[in-house]
């Protein structure tokens, strides 16, 4: 399995932006679909975006749309994920994850089958 890690995490104020990034350990072949997840306590991880690489496709939550974007770079392995006017129901644990094939079901976490160890987002009022 691909090893992915992520970084960019910390803490902001509501209204700051960060961009969380997400470094696989070696190629993952293509096309695949690499999404963002987030696990806040006592709540289960939801799917927040993803993109296929197939094609370029961008998928978000509600949630997040207009706030949010993800993108990817096949030549550095790595996928990002540009957060801006965050809000303290943002705050969460925020996993990156690949899976290699099609982009079915971009926000399910259960046809991801290769997960990073996550970075905490908090964002304060």
């Known amino acids: 399995q691909v090893q992915l890690v992520e970084s960019g995490g910390g803490s902001v104020q509501a209204g700051g932006s960060l961009r969380l990034a997400c470094a696989a350990s070696e190629y993952i072949f293509s096309p695949n679909c690499l999404g963002w997840f987030r696990q806040a306590p006592g709540k289960e991880r939801e799917g927040v975006a993803a993109?296929?690489?197939?094609?370029?496709?961008?998928y978000y939550a509600d949630s997040v749309k207009g706030r949010f974007t993800i993108s990817h770079d096949n030549a550095k392995n790595t996928a990002y994920l540009q957060m801006n006017n965050l809000k303290p129901e943002d705050t969460a644990m925020y996993y990156c994850?690949?899976?290699?094939?099609?982009?079915?079901?971009?926000?399910?976490?259960?046809?991801?089958?290769?997960w990073g160890q996550g970075t905490q987002v908090t964002v304060s009022s």
């Open positions: 994850a690949a899976v290699i094939g099609s982009c079915a079901y971009p926000l399910d976490r259960t046809r991801y089958n290769n």
């Open positions: 993109i296929y690489t197939g094609g370029g496709s961008t």
